[in-house]
């Protein structure tokens, strides 16, 4: 069962984070039919989302827009508070040679950048950016946090995509080291860390969450919080036709010139909306005729 899950190491003052979503970024990839490097990228990017999740407050959201020259073109992911995750990638149909034997993501995304959006509620959203470092995003993901956030943290992910090209192991950790946390603490953590191995080796020997944090940090975690993760896309019929009025008018008088029905494709699950002519020239009576012409 997919779970993302937030803990505190029992003797030192680490905030640990444990995740496994194969089933989720198993659903991603089904959903746009990516092959195999284009999944692990894919995954990642969701898992990251995800374990930045964890830190938000009822109600709120993170985004994570990977932006890279590579063949990929770029990966999207969204998470919230309880656990939900979606994701798309522009280029699915992408697959390069092993780098190490392992999946070359770095390749397949390139040199760019990493942005990361927040609804935390408020009028405007957060934005950050950073440069990426590696493109394979874990590392990515912890540089954005030391310097955008100020928030250290250690980050791995992991994703495995057998040779079917079904995703059999997906997920990964962030440890954050607290107030409070000693000096030695932190060199016995960061050593730790170099020699550990890929969290896709231990969800397919088996770990759950809490064996993943506790592998991580080499000492028992007191578990905090837990949730069920969940592929989920609240994309519906009426946000269609919101982003449709959002175009503008120019937009949608062009669409009634041009075609009889319109076919919206929502880019994170894939699904299909068609609005017919008089749908449209409803909107646009609606949302841009004079009220006193209405």
């Known amino acids: 069962m997919d779970a993302l899950v937030k803990g505190m190491a029992k003797e030192e003052a680490l905030l ?4 496994v979503d194969t089933e989720a970024v198993q659903r991603a990839k089904s959903a746009h039919d ?41 990966v999207v992911a969204e998470a919230d508070w309880a656990g939900r995750v979606r994701g798309y990638v ?7 040679g092993p780098k190490d034997g392992k999946l070359d993501v770095g390749r397949a995304i390139g040199k760019g950048f990493l942005n990361v959006i927040k609804d935390l509620g408020l009028r405007e959203y957060y934005r950050g950016t950073v440069p990426l470092q590696t493109g394979e995003i874990a590392m990515d993901l912890a540089y954005y946090l030391n310097t955008s956030e100020q928030f250290p943290a250690a980050v791995s992910l992991g994703v495995y995509v057998d040779t079917d090209n079904s995703v059999k192991a ?20 960061e050593n730790r860390l170099k020699g550990i191995r890929p969290v896709s080796a231990m969800i397919l020997d088996g770990m759950g969450t809490r064996e993943i944090m506790e592998e991580a940090v080499g000492l028992p975690v007191d578990i905090r919080e837990e949730k069920a993760v969940l ?10 036709l919101d982003a449709i009025v959002a175009l503008g008018k120019a937009e949608i008088e062009d669409l009634i010139r041009t075609r009889e029905t319109t076919s919206i494709e929502c880019r994170f699950c894939r ?20 009220p006193a012409e209405k």
């Open 16 to 19: 640990v984070v444990g995740l």
């Open 34 to 74: 990516t092959y195999p490097t284009a999944s692990a990228a894919l995954g990642r990017v969701m898992s990251g989302a995800l374990l930045l999740s964890s830190l938000l407050k009822g109600g709120q959201k993170v985004m994570l827009q990977v932006a890279g020259d590579g063949p990929l073109a770029g």
């Open 90 to 96: 522009k280029k699915p149909h992408v697959h390069l």
């Open 170 to 189: 997906a997920g990964g950790f962030l440890v954050h080291p607290l107030p409070g946390a000693s000096e030695g603490a932190i060199e016995y953590l």
């Open 231 to 240: 592929y989920h896309c609240p994309c519906t019929r009426d946000r269609v």
């Open 271 to 290: 699904k299909s909306y068609a609005v017919s002519l008089s749908e449209l020239r409803l909107l646009l009576i609606n949302a841009y005729s004079d």
